[in-house]
Every structure is written in structure tokens, then in C-alpha cells.
């Protein structure tokens, strides 16, 4: 695998309808190609095998100061050989405890399943199931200079145009 770009993120959700505020921190984002080895002849499998993805890897927490409850996440990247790509495991916690109530394991973009501590066993979620819904996003002309669009423009700009040095250099 080879890495060509990556990017970390820190967030906060805010739930109107009960005045909670999660903050959150995001997996690292890798861009992936695959390259294979066939006798002396070392192959691009970009244009022959296998497309490039997106891999998430790392470990990130969701917390709620209001309520105390939060969760570790980790995102686990697709071993060299063998093992699955988009797996996540996480662990749900009540406040003030450091036993989790709730585990979680599957693929962040599929299937998950929980596990919780008096022994049920359920779908925690499928995200294959869940509706599409568009995000509404304000203009960056009406953003402030730090919020994310208006943050991340150039950064987004040079993704598109697959300009990975110069995405690279609008980060910092």
C-alpha cells in the first residue's frame, strides 16, 4: 500500500432537540492503491487489478459533556496481507464508568453489530439501509474564515484537480 495524502479532523455535532453538544474526532483518511509482485516484474495494479479507495485508519472518540457518555473508535486499516478493508470497532461508555455497556464491530460502511453487557446481541446498524440525505451547507461567501468549507477550500480545490502536493501545502 502506499500512502498519498491524509487528513485529521476534529468536530462538534450539536443535537438541537436536547441541547447536547458531541465532539468528535475523525480517522485518518489514506488514499490506497494496491500493488502486486509477479515473478521479477513488479506490476501497477491501479490499471490492472484493483481501483484505488479511500481507506479510514485510526482511533477516534465521540464525547458528550452534558450527558458524560462517550465512545472510542477505531478505524482499522486493511492488513498487507489478507483481513478486510473498512472494519471499525468501538466501545460505548456511561459516565463516570470504564467498563463499556456497548460493543461495537463490523465495517463503517456496511454492517455493524453490538454487543452489549447483559449479553444481547443486536444489528447496531446498516448503513446500506440508511436513506442518502443531502447535506445543506451554507455559501462559503456567507462562512466564517474557520468554519470548514470556507477552512478547507483550497485544500478541497487541489483534491479535485488532483493536485496532491499542492493539497498538501494548503493544509498547513
Known amino acids: 500500500s502506499k500512502i498519498y495524502f491524509y487528513f485529521s479532523l476534529t468536530g462538534c455535532v450539536t443535537c438541537l432537540d436536547h441541547d447536547e453538544h458531541y465532539i468528535l474526532t475523525f480517522p485518518n483518511g489514506y488514499g490506497r492503491q494496491v500493488n502486486a509482485l509477479m515473478g521479477i516484474f513488479i506490476l501497477n495494479a491501479l490499471s490492472i487489478l484493483t481501483v484505488p479507495w479511500i481507506e479510514l ?31 471499525i470497532t468501538a466501545e460505548i461508555f456511561s459516565p463516570n464508568d470504564k467498563k463499556p455497556f456497548c460493543s461495537i464491530e463490523g465495517e463503517w460502511n456496511g454492517v455493524m453489530y453490538a454487543k452489549y ?26 462562512q466564517d474564515d474557520f468554519e470548514s468549507r470556507c477552512l478547507w477550500k483550497d485544500v478541497t480545490y487541489n483534491l479535485k484537480i488532483r493536485d496532491i502536493d499542492a493539497a498538501t501545502a494548503a493544509k498547513h
Open 57 to 87: 485508519g485510526g482511533e477516534c472518540s465521540i464525547s458528550c459533556s452534558k450527558t458524560g457518555y462517550n465512545a472510542s473508535i477505531v478505524f482499522h486499516t486493511k492488513p498487507f496481507y489478507g483481513g478486510k478493508k473498512h472494519r
Open 117 to 142: 453487557s447483559t449479553g444481547e446481541n443486536a444489528v447496531f446498524i446498516d448503513t446500506k439501509k440508511m436513506p442518502t440525505i443531502k447535506k445543506k451547507v451554507r455559501k462559503l461567501e456567507d
